[in-house]
């Protein structure tokens, strides 16, 4: 990772844990949590009242994406359901419900505070069909063809691999498997410079894709049927934007892939005595434990 990208993440990084302690700290106020503000484009008033009031306050606090992916990715009871870069769990928390005792709901995120309050809301929620992992929406700690869909709120934008993330997000899908993610999108006659001028990249426009752009990656880590929809202006000349695709029940030629057939939960050469984790700061054992990979040994 280059200095700029690894500075972006730290930026990141650093914004989200900030409003993960306000949430925190404002729930033990009299009157509560209050919502962080990120404009009227974005946050929980995108949801509908009856969903907002069936969680827990900090949770909806903490909402700070472009959309309601749960509204748009038609959940089915029993699927197993990831979103990237889950935050303080709304999403995670509104899946589970949908998905019943015989789903499952994931949530990816990289800010050890996010986790935690996630974590605290889950517990509120009595949600039990829920997992919270640590980790990155470039390199997602779970094995190959194990999720049926993946959601995401206004996340994707601010990766600086953006690639990574639709191949990883691929692998990680069953055959049959689907998207269905809220994100800010541009227009495709803007260039990334005027896209930075309309916002930083933490505030979730400045590192938002093209629709061509958008669509091109989908479909160079092998996903089909992309649609991208877009429902409301964030600023001139960007939108939030319904994502849409599938992967195929059969593998696409020429697709590659982050992962490598023979890897599992990040680590190469799974379960051989050639196995190394895919991230050299990280021991094989290490990333096999925080993966759930049910290949141990």
């Known amino acids: 990772m280059s200095e700029q990208s690894t500075h972006m ?8 844990a900030a409003a993960a302690v306000q949430v925190t700290e404002g729930g033990t106020a009299c009157c509560g949590p209050q919502p962080i503000e990120v404009g009227e484009n974005f946050g929980s008033t995108l949801y509908a009242a009856d969903e907002r009031e069936i969680l827990p306050a900090e949770a909806v606090a903490a909402s700070l994406g472009c959309g309601n992916p ?19 769990g709304i ?37 039990t069909n829920v997992e919270f992992l640590n980790g990155t929406i470039e390199a997602i700690p779970l094995p190959a063809h194990t999720i049926d ?9 601010l990766s600086t691999d953006k690639p990574a993330v639709f191949a990883e997000t691929y692998r990680v899908l069953k055959p049959g498997g689907r998207i269905g ?14 896209r930075a001028e309309r916002g930083d990249y933490v505030g979730c426009i400045a590192g938002a894709l093209s629709f061509e752009e958008y669509r091109a990656g989908l479909e160079a ?6 649609e991208i929809i877009p429902t409301h202006a964030v600023a001139d000349g960007m939108h939030s934007a319904i994502v849409r695709a599938s992967k195929p029940t059969t593998p696409q030629p020429g697709i590659q892939t982050n992962a490598s057939a ?12 050639a196995e190394t984790s895919a991230d050299p700061s990280v021991s094989v054992s290490t990333a096999k434990a925080a993966s759930g990979c049910g290949c141990q040994s």
């Open 9 to 16: 993440r730290e930026t990141v990084r650093q914004r989200y």
């Open 70 to 88: 749960t509204a748009v990715a038609e959940l089915r009871e029993g699927e197993r359901v990831l979103d990237l870069g889950s935050g303080g």
């Open 91 to 127: 999403d995670v928390l509104l899946s589970a419900r949908r998905v019943g005792p015989t789903g499952k709901a994931y949530g990816l995120d990289m800010t050890d505070e996010m986790l935690t309050l996630a974590l605290a809301n889950a517990e509120k929620a009595g949600a």
């Open 149 to 157: 869909v993946v959601i995401s709120n206004c996340v994707i934008n």
């Open 181 to 194: 993610v809220s994100d800010v999108v541009a227009d495709d006659s803007l260039t990334p410079a005027q």
């Open 221 to 226: 880590a092998g996903f089909t049927d992309v």
């Open 262 to 273: 023979d890897s599992c939960c990040g680590v190469n050469a799974c379960c051989t005595d």
